[in-house]
């Protein structure tokens, strides 16, 4: 029975050293038993096999994450005043860094990361666009967000809790406004002194990757003259800022015409031409091929795909992809010419992208010395208690002669 009403999740003897060392989530397979019927995202109190209280948990019935800490701190209850004191947390962190110097449109909770498991909130200029990924705070969704427009005062809140992960939760997905106004088109951003046009409502992820915005300026500085290749190019986040940097001229490719009407549209804000041939509409992976047999080169080439593999078990399928792009890009790089490759899937590490693209390399024939390792921005954190976080890497190479 569930102690003084207290609903219960027990963990098998052995399984509490991960709770104590700090890390977030409770698989299935270290659950015991579950008392008093908690439906889903209710609070719980995890205990070791021995009955000792661990941490208040959000439960997630159907997840094979089974329960997600809210705090291990027994005196600590999950509440409206919790959620104002982690958002403040992470809110003032990222005022601390002084993130706001560089941009207006940053990640302002984390997730995990930030001591609020499931949630992701994104500031775009006065908007906040927010992702409930996870039955805990699917439940807790009223004072979470009365709690950001205390806080935050934003023109008016968005969600797009339009993911697959949602499913896992038994959640359907889920978009529209949640507070203040709604936003009429698209928000203007400015990142780095570069202007663009935010699609809150249909772009994807939350409008914009703001996880790439430090990697956008490494690009920038290593730009001038240069003649580039931008692949997945979205809204042209790496293209602006390769012409920001002085660059002779930038190839975009993306496989979404909405992305590049957008795209042209944020260039032409920014005063920047563009011919309309080198904004390329096609599959990346045929595209590079028709490239290569055009004999076709250049001097900077940005490889940014999507996630191929969301979790360790897909890595293998999502080395080959990996691998094929970045062959190509080899065979397309001039000799002193540099490689900004990607990989967003968690399930790929920085040490397995890198071989990776090792092998990519030695079978285009190629020589490269890796100049940078690059992640997602500092406003995406990782705590040291959930290495699962790192989840955006890269690698700046320069081809050899
Ligand atoms: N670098 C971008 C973000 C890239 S997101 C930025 O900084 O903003 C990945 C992009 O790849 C998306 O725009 C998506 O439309 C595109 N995409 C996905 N699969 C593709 C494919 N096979 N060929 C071309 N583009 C693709």
Same mark, same amino acid.
């Given at each position: 029975m569930a102690r003084g009403g207290v609903k219960t999740l027990t963990l098998r003897p052995g399984r509490d050293k991960s709770v104590l060392q700090g890390h977030p989530w409770i698989f299935s397979g270290a659950v015991d038993r579950v008392d008093g019927a908690p439906e889903s995202g209710e609070t719980v109190a995890v205990r070791s096999a021995s009955g000792d209280f661990l941490a208040w948990a959000a439960f997630s019935p159907l997840s094979n994450i089974r329960a997600r800490v809210w705090t291990r701190s027994q005196d600590e209850s999950v509440d409206a005043a919790f959620f104002h004191r982690r958002l403040a947390t992470a809110l003032n962190m990222r005022v601390a860094m002084n993130i706001r110097q560089e941009t207006n449109a940053m990640r302002l909770v984390h997730g995990e990361s930030d001591g609020l498991p499931g949630l992701v909130v994104d500031q775009y200029n006065r908007w906040l %666009? %927010?992702?409930? &990924? !996870? =039955?805990?705070?699917?439940?807790?969704r009223?004072?979470?967000?009365?709690? &950001? @427009?205390?806080?935050?005062q934003p023109e008016g809140i968005f969600e797009r809790s339009d993911v697959d992960v949602r499913e896992l939760e038994g959640l359907l997905p889920r978009t529209g406004p949640l507070a203040g106004r709604a936003p009429v088109g698209p928000v203007e951003i400015l990142e780095n002194e570069i202007r663009y046009q935010v699609n809150l409502v249909e772009g994807q992820k939350t409008g914009f990757y703001v996880d790439q915005r430090f990697n956008r300026s490494r690009l920038r500085a290593y730009a001038e003259g240069r003649e580039a290749l931008n692949c997945f190019c979205y809204t042209g986040g790496f293209s602006l800022s390769a012409l920001a940097g002085? =660059?002779?001229? @930038?190839? !975009?490719?993306? !496989?979404?015409?909405? =992305?590049?009407?957008?795209?042209?549209?944020n260039a032409r804000l920014n005063g920047m031409t563009v011919p309309e041939t080198d904004w390329l509409e096609a599959d990346v992976f045929t595209a590079l091929r028709k490239?290569?047999?055009?004999?076709?080169?250049?001097? &900077?080439? @940005? &490889?940014d795909p999507p996630k191929f593999a969301p979790t360790a078990a897909q890595a293998e399928r999502a080395a080959r992809g990996y691998k094929d792009i970045n062959l190509l890009a080899f065979k397309l790089l001039r000799p002193g010419g540099l490689l900004f490759t990607f990989s967003c899937s968690g399930g790929v590490s920085m040490d397995l992208f890198q071989k990776i693209v090792a092998g990519a390399a030695q079978d285009a024939n190629a020589d490269a010395l890796v100049l940078e390792r690059l992640y997602q921005g500092r406003d995406h954190p990782v705590s040291l208690n959930f290495p699962e976080g790192t989840y955006l890497k890269g690698l700046v190479c320069v081809k050899q002669a």
């Open positions: %666009v %927010v992702q409930f &990924l !996870s =039955a805990g705070p699917e439940r807790w009223e004072d979470i967000i009365r709690q &950001l @427009v205390e806080l935050f002085g =660059a002779r001229s @930038v190839l !975009s490719i993306d !496989s979404s015409v909405d =992305a590049l009407r957008q795209a042209q549209e490239l290569r047999d055009q004999a076709r080169s250049f001097d &900077l080439i @940005v &490889l």
